[in-house]
Every structure is written in C-alpha cells, then in structure tokens.
C-alpha cells in the first residue's frame, strides 16, 4: 500500500529524462519554496501585510531597501518584503481555493454529461464551449465585476471568478474521457453485474478519468495567478488592506517608478515572474511523464553493424 | 466429458425466448442526421426463439455478425428488446424496469470474451470481485471479503491471498478470466450467459478455463448459455447447440445430432471448417463461399442463400446476386473481354436495391442475353440459375426474372428444428 504510494509519486521521476527531470525538479523546487513562504507567512514575514508601524515607530514613506526593510516601504508606509511574502499567500489560496470549484463542479458535470449523453449533454458542451471561446481575461474581468459586487472582494469572490474561466477545460477533459471510457468492456461488465448509473460513474468510470485532471490543475494554477494580479492591477478583486496582493501591489507601484522608487514594483513582479515559472514547469514535467500521447519514450538508440565495405562503395567512391 | 441433455431439461425451461428481435438504429452522416432521418436498421436479432432449460448447456454459433453477443446481451437486458419476450421465472426480461432489471442481474450474468477489457484497471481483485456484492446491498466488508475468498477458491487462484491486492495488469489472460468467473458466481447465478469466453485466451488454457466451466456448473448447478464461433468448443461442452445466422436461429437440436447429422446447408459448411487434428483422415476443405452479407440489408428469402451450395428456385434470388454472379464471372476473364462485357450490360449499381426481377443491357438485348448464355454455359452447376425463372426482352436490353422467394421458417424435422426450405414441415 505504502510502497505503492510512493511509487506513484516517484513516477514523475523515474520516468523522465534529461531536460523533463531537471525542468520538473527546478519547477517543484520554485513551486515548494512559495508554499512555504505563503503557508508559513505568519512567522516568515517580518511584519504584517497591512502594518505600517511597529514598536510605535512609524515605518518611512517610500523608503529604500536597508537593514530595517530589506525591501524597501511603500507610499502607504507597509513593508514590501513582508507584502510579497503575504501575497504569495493570497496567491496561493485563491488558486487552491479555484481549483478546487473547478474539480468539485467541472469533473461531476463532464462525467454526468459524457455518460447520459442526449440533450443534456448537447446543452452543457454548448454552454462550456461557449464560454471557453470567449476571451478568458474579459470574462475574468465581467465575473470578479459581478461577485465583488455580490460577496465583496474577498478571496472567494476572485477564486470564483477564475473558476467560471477554468471550468470548461476541466468538464471537456473529463467529459471526452468519459465518452470514450463508458464503452470499455468492465462498464458493461459492471452493468451486467447489477451497478447503477451512479455507481458505474463512482466506481468504475470516476477512477479513470480524473487522471488527466493534475496536470490540468498544475497547467491552470501558472495561469490563474497571471490572471489574478491582472484583476488585481486593474484594480478589480481584493483590497490592500484585505489582504496583500501582489497584482494590485504593482497597480500602486506604477506611480512610483516615475520617480525613480523601483522597489516597490520590483520585487512583487519578480514573484508573480517566478512563481509562474515554476509553476509552468512542474505542469510541463507532469504532462510529459503523465500524458502518453506527449511522452517521448527513451529509447536505445539502434547501431548498425558496421558493413563491409564492397566494390560498390569503392566504384562510387571514383 | 459433455454433459448429456437431461430428458427434463426440456420440462423445466428456465429461460423462454420468444420471437426475440433486437434491432440497432443506424444513424447516417450529418445530413441524415439534421433532417432525423435514419438510413436503415441492422436486424442484429430477427425473430429467435429459443428455450434453456435448467442445467442445460445450450450453445449459440455463428459467424461474427451473426447476432449471438446482442442475444446474449438481450438477455440480461442490456440491450432493449425491439419485440418479442424473454421469459425468465415467469416474468419478461424484455418489459422490465431498470429497477427490476438490475435485481434480476443477480439470477444471470455474463463473463465476456475478452479478459483484459473486462476488468477495471483501477480496481484490485478484491474490489472487483466484491463490488457485485456491494451493488446488491452486502455493506460489511469483512462479509464481502470472506466472500471474495470463497469464490476465488472455487475458481482455482490460489493462495488467495496472494491475488486479493493485485491489479488486473499483474495477472495473465487466464488469471484474469478466472477473477471474471469469480466475479460472475459470487452473487450465487442460475444462469451464466459465456460470450466465447475462451476465444482471446493462449491455447494452453482454453481447455482449462472451459473444465473449470464444467466443474462450476456441476458445483453451483449452474445453466450456461455459451457463445462461440468455435463449433470444436461446442461440441465438447454443449447438450444443444443452436446455429446462427444474421439473426436468425438456422438450426437447433442437441449436440450429438447437429453434429452427426447436420440438416442445414450453413451447419454442414460450419463442420467442414472445423480443422481436422488428423491429417490422414483430413478432407478437402470447401470454405463457405463470399462474405457475410450486410446484415443492415439481409438478402430476400433465406438469407443465406447467396451462399449456399444446394440453394434452390425458392429460396429468394434476387437483382443482388446478379451482379454478384456477374462481377465473379468477370474476375476470370481477361482485360479485354472484360472491357467489351461491361460495356454491353451497363452500369450495375442500380441492382443494389433488392428486387426479383433485374434489368440489365443498353446496347440491345440480343448482346446482354449472349453474355448471361456464356456466363451459364461456363458454370452451369452455379445455384444462381436454378432462381432464374425466365429472361425477357425489354428495349435495348433484358429482364431478368427470378422465382419468387420463401423465408424459411424454422420446423423440427426429426428431433432438430432446422430453417431450410430444404427440409418442409414433417409431420
Ligand atoms: N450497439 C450496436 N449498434 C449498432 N449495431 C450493432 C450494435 N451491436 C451490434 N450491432 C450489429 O449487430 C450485428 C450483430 O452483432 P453481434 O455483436 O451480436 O454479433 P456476434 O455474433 O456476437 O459477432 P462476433 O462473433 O463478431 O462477436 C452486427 O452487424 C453488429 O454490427
Ligand atoms: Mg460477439
């Protein structure tokens, strides 16, 4: 069982090579180091996202990076490094928290649809497609416009936001593998046997295609956090004193730069720039040890024995 | 070691089928499809009817296409009935609700030909062979477990406990169709309907895997439906065997008696093409001729008579097996000869559309009735031309006119019933 586990999360691994190995690795490594920066942000940081003083001293407006702040402070007084660190939290919930949506509603309604088949079925690949066509940042925008309004601009209002924009990729996957997977001899084999419509689609068919769903997740999360600190930047989803942003951070930084303060913007574009990064490769890796159709397989290459030279070769050679 | 047929095998049907038809809607390309329209139905079950008595063997065969994995499927409802009636324990499989279908799926089961596909990939033996308990209701898993093991036993994987956590991938072929029996008799069946569940298996555990068959039935008293192509196979596990073709039920009757004395054309053919293990006693072997035809558009009368080497006036010749004659007669000429021919009769296209009588010529009718001459006088033993009833005149070219057909229908001659207008009603 343990062993088993294990196998499965080495598989990555084992099962890659050269140039996919080291881009997974470097991608999970940049990937594992915001975790920890956003799941330990609390002791991490050295002051709150939103504090602007501390031992009641005031910190300096805009001041440069030095000992007290390495990063710098920003025109409303708040530390930067301690902002960046904050945001990766706030990244990195919005993503969990959106991925999860996208699985908890994409993944049932793909295998209702890609199983029942008929008009429902029709209805929802309409739908999914439709939205899937439209610009995702634009829709992006019109969602987290509409639920800002709805839930205020909170965490969960841009995780929906980014849900309604992801959805149609998980259902369409899910969906597909369903089409293909319900005629697999075992479904009709489980319902010579007795099972139900649900318990084919828990037991036999949910198994089988949420495989994909991973590297879909992984592909998507690079993505979101793009699109979150587009929303942010425009001004739209959460506020700075909610919760550090770092979308909206560079927003607030556009003024600066003019008057030669680069800090502020440099240091949450760099984490948005890496983060992404990372989070592009661990997908990429996923998707080539994961995925056959992508997977290159290693092969040996073939030696011929070397011929014996004939008089051919030699007249040719005149 | 067959098992013979019981004399009260046939008091105590177990399964009655009943002028069963199984009919799949073929669905045209995107136009048809827009305007609703359907180009045509593939009659994959037409009008069987058929009795399994308790503890019988019966054996179903055929060619591929023939309609025994749809009957099969049919009873045990995972293919709705287009008409007629499967009686089981007096109540109709054929009308039943979902509900009352997947109950009954208890009482018969199936195992399916190919092992690898039958099994889901992401389950272990274990789950495999307990979810059908689950599905019927067995919550405790240490019930089911004890279960799981009981049954593996019987199908001979042992130890146990060495198969209950692997995957199907870990097992080979035989193994697998091991865990698929185990799983089929784990709800304790009345019925297992086998689809050729040895065909995809190496030869080394065919044998195996149908003695294991044997020992069940005796063990469980079980009743087997068992489909094959493999009238060899038949022979040796079935007390009666019925032999299909597109559709239809051509022959039935216990098995010494198909085989000792085979009445049907098909059957006979059938038996020739069993591989003698013994070269000494091996005899030329005629293959049936042609290709199974269209089962979306069956020949008129018999449908098999396109086929058959003793087929007659009756047995329903049509514009079809014209142009099939003619494109056979053409295969054996040379270039130019062809060239001239197919100039004279024309395009033949039209003579796909089933009809007795077919016209063929446009450059007089003299010329087309001079190459339909040739034609007979080099295969004059062709069945084909015993159909023909008369040749007319008709403008520029002629009219084929053939013998009205007759559809057998299936009668008992002599202990078997058999659907050949070769063998009318004895009584
Ligand atoms: N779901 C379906 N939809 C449309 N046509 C079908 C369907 N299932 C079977 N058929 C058609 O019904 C006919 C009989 O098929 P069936 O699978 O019962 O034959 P079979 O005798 O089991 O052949 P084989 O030996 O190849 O398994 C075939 O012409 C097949 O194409
Ligand atoms: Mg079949």
């Known amino acids: ?318 | 070691m067959p098992t013979k047929p019981e004399p009260q095998a046939w008091q105590d049907p177990l399964i009655d089928v009943r002028d069963l038809s199984v009919h799949f809607e073929l669905r045209g390309g995107i136009l048809a499809r827009l305007f609703g329209s359907d180009t045509g139905t593939v009659k994959a079950v037409d009008g069987v009817t058929l009795t399994v008595g308790r503890g019988e063997v019966v054996g179903l065969v055929g060619e591929s296409g023939s309609g025994k994995s749809t009957l099969g499927r049919a009873l045990l409802g995972l293919v709705p009935a287009t008409d007629g009636s499967i009686l089981f324990h007096g109540d109709d499989v054929a009308e039943m609700s979902r509900r009352r279908l997947r109950a009954i799926r208890r009482d018969i089961q199936m195992v399916f030909q190919d092992p690898n596909a039958a099994l889901n990939p992401a389950m272990t033996v274990e789950e495999a062979t307990g979810d059908a308990l689950r599905v019927h209701g067995m919550k405790s898993a240490a019930e089911r477990r004890a279960r799981v093991v009981e049954a593996l036993e019987k199908v001979g994987l042992s130890p146990v406990e060495l198969f209950l956590s692997k995957y199907p991938r870990d097992l080979s072929g035989g193994q697998k169709q091991r865990v698929v029996l185990a799983r089929a008799i784990i709800l304790d069946p009345e019925v297992l309907v086998a689809d050729e569940p040895i065909s995809m298996l190496d030869m080394s555990v065919r044998a195996k895997i149908l003695q294991l068959m044997l020992d069940l039935k005796q063990e469980l008293g079980l009743t087997y439906v068992y489909i094959t192509h493999d009238l060899a196979s038949a022979k040796y596990f079935c007390d009666r065997i019925a032999i299909m073709y597109l559709g239809r039920v051509v022959e039935i009757g216990p098995t010494d008696e198909i085989f000792a004395n085979p009445r049907h054309p098909y059957t006979r053919a059938l038996l020739k093409a069993i591989p003698e293990p013994d070269p000494e006693r091996a005899l030329p072997r005629d293959l049936l001729r042609g290709e199974i035809p269209d089962a979306a558009s069956p020949p008129l009368g018999c449908s098999f008579h396109p086929r058959c080497p003793e087929a007659f006036e009756k047995c329903g010749w049509e514009s079809r097996d014209l142009r099939a004659v003619i494109e056979e007669h053409w295969t054996r000429q040379p270039a130019d000869v062809y060239g001239a021919e197919s100039d004279t009769v024309g395009d033949l296209a039209h003579l796909d559309t089933p009809a007795t009588v077919a016209r063929i010529g446009g450059k007089g009718a003299e010329s087309a009735r001079e190459i339909l001459h040739r034609m007979r006088s080099e295969r004059p033993d062709e069945p084909f031309w015993r159909g023909v009833d008369r040749v007319d005149d008709d403008g520029p070219g002629i009219r084929v006119v053939f013998h009205p057909g007759e559809d057998p229908a299936l009668r008992s001659s002599d202990g078997v019933e058999v659907a050949c207008l070769l063998y009318p009603e004895s009584s």
């Open chain 1, 1 to 318: 069982m343990m062993r088993g586990l294990l196998g499965g999360l080495a598989k990555p691994f084992t099962q890659t090579a050269g140039l996919a190995r080291w881009m997974l690795v470097a991608g999970l490594v940049l990937t594992a180091a915001f975790v920890v920066m956003a799941v330990f942000a609390p002791w991490v940081a050295p002051y709150g996202f939103a504090q602007s003083a501390a031992d009641g001293a005031r910190f300096p407006k805009a001041g440069p990076p030095g000992a007290d702040h390495w990063f710098g402070t920003d025109r409303l007084f708040f530390d930067v490094l301690s902002r960046t660190i904050w945001g990766a939290r706030t990244a990195l919930e919005v993503v969990v928290l959106s991925i999860l949506f996208c699985v908890a509603i994409g993944v049932p309604l793909g295998l209702i649809s890609g199983y029942h088949g008929g008009w429902l079925d029709r209805i929802l690949v309409l739908v999914m497609d439709a939205v899937f066509a439209f610009p995702s940042f634009l829709l992006a925008i019109v969602f987290s416009f509409l639920l800002t309004n709805l839930l205020g601009g909170s965490v969960i209002a841009v995780a929906l936001s980014l849900t309604a924009i992801y959805i149609p990729q998980y259902f369409r996957v899910v969906r597909n593998t369903t089409v293909s997977a319900k005629e697999a001899t075992y479904v009709e084999a489980a319902r010579a046997m007795g099972a139900s419509d649900g318990v084919i689609m828990r037991r036999y068919l949910f198994g089988n295609v949420v495989q994909s769903v991973p590297v879909l997740g992984t592909l998507n999360a690079a993505d979101a956090i793009l699109t979150l600190a587009g929303l942010g930047f425009l001004g739209l989803g959460i506020q700075s004193t909610d919760a550090a942003e770092w979308g909206h951070d560079l927003n607030r930084a556009l003024a600066d730069a003019g008057s030669g303060i680069w800090w502020t913007g440099l240091f949450p574009g760099l984490a948005i720039v890496l983060l992404v990064t990372g989070l592009t490769l661990v997908g990429e890796g996923l998707n080539e040890t994961l995925n056959p159709t992508l997977r290159r397989r290693r092969l040996l290459p073939v030696v011929m024995p070397a011929r014996a030279e004939t008089t051919i070769t030699g007249e040719e050679q005149q």
